[in-house]
């Protein structure tokens, strides 16, 4: 796929979901031809995508498909064996909210929900300074914003699994990100988490472009604008309304996930199958 | 007992080097625990062995060859890749056990003189002389300045890493300073507890800390007083009944730490029995 592809001039006007989502913006983030791995066999293959302004983009695919890895090559913590990636925000990574999956940090450690939170200042606050009163406003702010702000002092070894998830939100948005990242944010919350998620989210959608890799899409049916499968090769789409058969043979995109996003045989706008809205990485 | 030690002037100078080097196994230690660094400290402190060997057999400060080899050592760990060195534990294992057999057949081999094996597995706190002190003293300052000027970044990394490396703190260097910090440390460490004890002295204080407090610094300064009375508890019990001093800090330290983990336990049970 290359970058002209995607432009928005390939949006045809006539759908539902083109009026439904702002036009899309200036480019914040670009892959060109990426291929990485961790051994000898490549994770990713010459993914090409571009992340612009307005988007809210999902990322979807088979487990070892490299859905973790995309993200963590954007956030410059992985280095591609040949293809460039390119952060296109005035504070670099800086800018980049990142909301990890569960396993990659130590919740014994003895932190409150508010110091926690407070982390993601830490690109806000150069070497030699202490974390000053403004970036505790901006922290109890996110913390509002999840709903935390009755937990900020608890210790995070007693969260919830969906108040530690809201947690890492409320880490990645205190920082004032112009672009958010969230990895898997919706596995294994409680009802009340995933409620809140889906409403600052939905906030959050209209304000800074946001990436999501998940396998559960019930929380996010119909509020993406644009879906990607990856499997190792990376596959398009800038409406969502794709013939879902076709993404699962050709791609392997689980069906039964697509049915939750709205985009099955009973999707809420005029959705005949446009198999020319989709465009694929790698040719 | 307290005579004894405003007496005479090497318990004192021991005295001074326990608060000190609790320093080290409180702050040191915490980041060891935290980021999982303990068979790495083991195998450092073991690996350490070859140095002072070397400079026993070739006749220069044996603790210097100690630090080449401990700082040496924490820093290609760290260039080499931690988690990479991490998921190699046998590897750890055989430069733990090489190191050693190093270190022992240069004492063999070295004419004359040599101090006893036994000095060095177990230490001795009372062998320590007033030059030790100024590096023992030099070595607490370096940690304590890095730690509380690095203390927003120390904290997010020990959490995070990917976090704090995309939040653009320079982990590497952190990590890196932090490395020869924990190498160090162990030199010293190994002046009061031995070889055998440096992985208890660096690992039980952190751990009542963790269990204690509920705030990252509450851990490094219950680490440190917790380090504090088992060195002062431990010379006390050397002195009163003629023991080793390195085991008897250890020993104390397994005792407090079980008691420690007991009581939490208790008040867990009792807290669910209420509830």
Redesign the interface.
């Known amino acids: 796929m290359s970058p002209s592809t995607v432009s928005p001039s390939t949006v045809s006007p006539s759908t539902v979901n083109a009026t439904r989502s702002p036009a899309r913006g200036e480019v914040v983030a670009t892959l060109d031809q990426v291929s990485f791995g961790y051994r000898r066999d490549p994770v990713l293959d010459a993914v090409s995508l571009e992340i612009r302004q307005g988007d809210y983009l999902a990322v979807l695919g088979p487990n070892g498909g490299g859905k973790s890895t995309l993200l963590?090559l954007l956030?410059?913590?992985e280095t591609p064996w040949s293809g460039t990636v390119k952060i296109h925000l005035p504070?670099?990574?800086?800018d980049?909210g990142?909301v990890?999956q569960f396993a990659?940090?130590?919740r014994?450690?003895?932190?409150?929900v508010a110091?926690?939170a407070r982390?993601?200042r830490?690109?806000r606050?150069p070497?030699?300074q202490?974390?000053r009163t403004d970036d505790d406003r901006a922290t109890a702010n996110a913390l509002e914003r999840l709903g935390l702000t009755a937990l900020a002092k608890t210790?995070i070894s007693e969260l919830s699994g969906g108040q530690l998830q809201r947690t890492l939100i409320a880490?990645a948005l205190a920082?004032e990100p112009k672009l958010l990242l969230l990895d898997e944010p919706a596995a294994s919350i409680d009802a009340e988490s995933k409620e809140l998620l889906q409403r600052s989210l939905r906030e959050l959608q209209n304000q800074i472009p946001i990436v999501v890799v998940t396998h559960d899409l019930t929380l996010f049916s119909g509020d993406f604008r644009q879906v990607a499968c990856l499997n190792r090769k990376l596959h398009y789409h800038d409406r969502p309304e794709i013939p879902v058969a076709a993404l699962e043979e050709v791609y392997g995109c689980q069906v039964d996930l697509l049915h939750h996003l709205g985009l099955g045989d009973h999707h809420h706008h005029n959705a005949s199958p446009r198999p020319d809205a989709e465009s694929t990485s790698g040719a | 007992m307290l005579d004894a030690f405003l007496h005479y002037d090497f318990l004192r100078t021991a005295l001074v080097a326990g608060l000190l080097s609790s320093v080290l196994c409180g702050v040191i230690g915490t980041f060891v625990v935290?980021k999982r660094l303990v068979f790495i400290a083991g195998g450092l402190a073991h690996a350490a062995f070859a140095g002072l060997g070397l400079g026993l057999y070739l006749g220069f400060d044996p603790r210097i060859g100690a630090a080449l080899v401990a700082v040496g050592g924490a820093v290609a760990v760290e260039l080499l890749g931690r988690s990479r060195v991490h998921g190699h534990d046998a590897a750890i294992g055989i430069v733990w056990s090489v190191g050693m057999a190093i270190g022992i057949v240069f004492l063999y081999l070295t004419p004359g003189y040599a101090p006893s094996l036994m000095t060095y597995l177990f230490g001795n706190i009372l062998t320590v002389r007033p030059v030790d002190l100024l590096i023992l003293g030099a070595v607490t300052v370096l940690v304590l300045g890095f730690v509380l000027?690095?203390?927003?970044?120390l904290?997010?990394i020990?959490?995070?890493e990917?976090?704090?490396?995309?939040?653009?703190?320079?982990v590497r260097a952190l990590m890196t300073v932090l490395m020869a910090l924990v190498g160090l440390s162990i030199v010293q460490l190994i002046q009061i507890g031995g070889i055998v004890l440096v992985m208890a002295l660096l690992t039980v204080p952190p751990l009542i800390g963790?269990a204690l407090?509920?705030?990252?610094f509450?851990?490094l300064l219950v680490a440190t007083a917790t380090g504090a009375a088992l060195t002062l508890a431990g010379l006390g019990v050397s002195y009163r009944f003629d023991l080793p001093s390195g085991p008897s800090i250890v020993l104390l330290g397994a005792l407090a730490l079980g008691a420690v983990a007991a009581g939490g336990r208790l008040r867990r049970r009792r807290g669910t029995l209420t509830r």
């Open positions: 963590r956030l410059g913590l504070g670099g990574t800086r980049i990142y990890p990659t940090f130590d014994r450690l003895p932190l409150s110091e926690t982390m993601g830490l690109g606050r070497l030699l202490r974390f210790p880490r920082g | 935290v000027l690095f203390y927003k970044e904290v997010a020990a959490f995070d990917d976090f704090a490396r995309v939040q653009g703190a320079p963790l407090t509920r705030s990252f509450g851990v």
